[in-house]
């Protein structure tokens, strides 16, 4: 039986950020029905800072990925906040992300796997895994690195 998202996050030493706040007009997630909907998110820090530069000028690839490993665990928190506990999180359904890159660099979807092997970490190989864009952007607010927004199934 495999462990759930609570017991998961400290079997692998995770620590998660403060929940951010909105920075202008929006919530971070809105619950509706069965559903967890969760706004872009940036790579945010303990320290309340947040990983920026361009990927393939400031940053390397393996630095974006760590980027976008930072942004789930911004988003596991931001989950946490919002339902209670992450055990109430059934799958993770679709995810969108962001890449803050040069318009030669072209490995987005490798970048995007720092998030994406978060949340099968702690989900697991089936709940954590859903239907993902990766994309490339000249410049995200900020100049964050990376930004991701998502899509969770949850239990009433």
Aim: charged share 25%.
């Amino acid at each position: 039986m495999p462990s759930k998202p609570e017991m998961r996050i400290q079997e692998l030493h995770l620590t998660l950020p403060p929940a951010p706040k909105p920075v202008a007009v929006y919530k971070t997630a809105i619950k509706i029905g069965n559903r967890l909907l969760v706004s872009g998110h940036g790579p945010w820090k303990e320290d309340k800072t947040q990983i920026t530069g361009r990927v393939g000028k400031d940053l390397t690839l393996e630095e974006g990925k760590q980027a976008a490993r930072q942004v789930g665990l911004a988003i596991l928190a931001t989950v946490k906040e919002t339902l209670g506990s992450l055990d109430k999180v059934v799958r993770l359904v679709k995810t969108l992300g962001m890449v803050n890159s040069t318009p030669e660099f072209l490995d987005h979807p490798k970048v995007i796997n720092g998030f994406s092997e978060l949340m099968k970490d702690v989900f697991g190989d089936d709940a954590g895994v859903g239907t993902r864009s990766a994309v490339g952007f000249v410049a995200l607010p900020g100049n964050i690195a990376v930004e991701v927004e998502c899509e969770f199934l949850v239990q009433d």
